[in-house]
């Protein structure tokens, strides 16, 4: 699952201007773009805001390391209130 959140933070979220920013990221459909929502790592709008990690600039691979790392300790901490 890690993996995927890798593919959707580098091509969804990576590019300086991604395409649909703000739109990019479904509500439904796979457990990282709940993860995404929930964690404030949807679009670039929320990443500005909640991550100070600015637009218009690709994200470097620390920063999508970061974002991928947010989405793996909510996802643990989901999978383990279900325990």
Do not use: N, Y
Not at 39 to 66: D, F, M, N
Not at 69 to 78: A, K
């Amino acid at each position: 699952m890690l993996e995927h959140a890798r593919d959707f933070v580098a091509k969804r979220l990576g590019p300086a201007h991604p395409a649909k920013d703000g739109k990019q990221t479904p509500w439904r459909g796979h457990p990282i773009f709940i993860a995404q929502h929930a964690t404030a790592t949807c679009c670039r709008g929320c990443l500005k805001k909640w991550h100070a990690i600015e637009r218009g600039q690709p994200l470097s691979a620390v920063q999508q390391a970061h974002i991928v790392s947010v989405l793996e300790r909510w996802l643990r901490t989901r999978t383990e209130s279900v325990d």
